[in-house]
């Protein structure tokens, strides 16, 4: 099963625009990670959270998470072509437990 | 290249047919994932390893499912009798125990026709 769903389920921007992708979850968590996969390719992991942090930046990645609200969202910053690609939010529990993911958001940037 | 491999990329079989798909970790992780993809959605998690050992294996889908990594290295997983609803992409990875991070291949496609 997947505890977490992204939204929206796709997202079409310009070059150069921010993309805001969000991602809520069921239970509690450890950690949550934002991972992309371009098309028919393995998924590249992007940053990790932990649950007791609020915001986390790496590059032009934006992550903040809220644990009060179970949800999480990923900005990227003046988008490129590059950046086209499906984006997962996946939780971890525990350190024996499986990541959990949801179904992404399909990012296409339009040059 | 020390990444994740996967081996074969794409694998056409027929319905019945036992397919086996390998996966090569990064060579100092020690523990390994297998997970299901389909398509519009996100990987779904079936078995993982550490060392040689299989520490969860109940989230396998059937058991025509089965996994092994016997020298705590590379791994397979194998299908056997497969179905049409077996058609997906199985994707493998790896990590430390000690880190949350998980590195994956570039997965193998599987159509079952």
């Known amino acids: 099963s997947q505890q977490g769903e992204e939204d929206p389920q796709a997202l079409s921007i310009q070059e150069g625009e921010n993309a805001t992708m969000n991602c809520s979850y069921k239970?509690?968590?450890?950690?949550l990670q934002w991972y992309r996969q371009n098309s028919g390719r393995g998924l590249v992991h992007l940053i990790l959270?932990?649950?007791?942090?609020r915001e986390k930046h790496s590059g032009r990645l934006r992550v903040t998470l809220d644990t009060s609200k179970k949800s999480s969202s990923l900005l990227i910053t003046a988008s490129r072509a590059a950046d086209t690609a499906s984006y997962f939010c996946?939780?971890?529990?525990?350190?024996?437990?499986?990541?959990?993911f949801g179904k992404g958001t399909r990012l296409s940037v339009i040059a | 290249d020390t990444g994740v491999s996967q081996d074969p990329r794409h694998k056409i079989t027929k319905r019945g047919q036992n397919v086996t798909f390998r996966c090569d970790p990064i060579?100092?992780?020690?523990?390994l994932y297998w997970y299901r993809q389909t398509l519009g959605q996100g990987p779904e998690f079936l078995t993982y390893?550490?060392?040689?050992?299989?520490?969860?294996k109940s989230r396998l889908l059937s058991d025509r499912f089965s996994a092994e990594r016997p020298k705590g290295s590379f791994s397979t997983l194998e299908i056997q009798r497969t179905e049409q609803g077996d058609s997906a992409m199985y994707l493998c990875?790896?990590?430390?125990?000690?880190?949350?991070?998980?590195?994956f291949g570039p997965g193998t496609r599987l159509l079952v026709l």
């Open positions: 990875a790896s990590s430390l125990e000690t880190r949350w991070t998980q590195y």
């Open positions: 239970t509690s968590i450890n950690n």
């Open positions: 959270i932990r649950s007791n942090e």
């Open positions: 996946a939780t971890n529990s525990g350190r024996n437990t499986p990541l959990v």
């Open positions: 060579s100092e992780h020690n523990r």
């Open positions: 390893f550490q060392n040689e050992a299989q520490l969860e």
